[in-house]
């Protein structure tokens, strides 16, 4: 059983560009959380997803930052027009449904440079 | 809200020394605690987590008691590898019951030979 999987492992973009970032979570389970990790800080949560729907997106940016998880394929963290302060890492977090609320599954993170 | 506060690092210590980061949380209703290592250049591993008050956690030869008196998840270790060389991330479940954490700031521990 594969881990979660996220890509790519690295991204740069210039500023104005856009950033999408995928996540696979683990066979079986369908909630997904995104993470972001500026340098030298611990994660903030930004947002919590379920089959095509949002849960929780208390976290995210109001402009620029949107997250989806369709019925097929992965969940995928869109930031448009991306500026110097969004490079961080970006990770990932999947639970199983009779899990839930009591472990998160992360994956390998994806970082982001702006440049 | 919520929050998790951890000892500032970075903590340097000696191989086979005994290991102590101190962690304490706030938060309403009764969340679970978690530990999250995390080695350079990788995702969050967990390492241990507690459900409920009193319990311990334990995995590698790391503790730590969930202590809502206190309101503590205190991580030790008897005696710590270069190995163990890694970032620790103390964490709660978030009162919404969602299931999304909150996380401390994270401590560096660096053990040297």
């Known amino acids: 059983n594969a881990g979660v999987m996220q890509n790519p492992r690295h991204l740069v973009r210039r500023r104005g560009q856009e950033a999408r970032l995928r996540c696979s979570p683990m066979?079986?389970?369908?909630?997904v959380y995104w993470y972001r990790q500026l340098p030298e800080e611990g994660l903030k949560f930004m947002v919590y997803?379920?089959?095509?729907?949002?849960?929780?997106e208390s976290g995210m940016p109001k402009e620029r930052f949107s997250a989806e998880f369709p019925k097929e394929g992965p969940s995928i963290l869109r930031i448009q027009q991306v500026v110097r302060g969004d490079s961080a890492a970006y990770f990932c977090?999947?639970?199983?449904?009779?899990?839930?609320?009591?472990?998160?599954?992360f994956g390998q993170g994806t970082r982001l440079t702006v440049v | 809200g919520d929050s998790v506060t951890q000892m500032e690092g970075p903590v340097t210590l000696s191989e086979e020394a005994f290991l102590t980061i101190n962690c304490t949380y706030t938060?309403?209703?009764?969340?679970?605690l978690f530990w999250y290592v995390q080695y350079p250049g990788e995702g969050l591993q967990l390492l241990l987590k507690?459900?409920?008050?009193?319990d311990k956690g334990s995995n590698k030869g790391f503790e730590a008691t969930y202590r809502k008196e206190t309101t503590s998840f205190h991580l030790e270790k008897g005696s710590v590898q270069v190995s163990d060389s890694a970032v620790y991330f103390c964490?709660?479940?978030?009162?919404?019951?969602?299931?999304?954490?909150?996380f401390g700031q994270g401590t560096t521990l660096q053990v040297k030979p």
């Open positions: 977090a999947s639970s199983p449904p009779d899990r839930f609320g009591t472990e998160a599954f």
């Open positions: 066979k079986g389970h369908s909630h």
């Open positions: 997803l379920q089959k095509e729907n949002i849960i929780d």
């Open positions: 938060a309403t209703g009764y969340p679970s």
């Open positions: 507690a459900t409920k008050a009193d």
């Open positions: 964490a709660l479940s978030g009162s919404s019951n969602t299931g999304k954490l909150i």
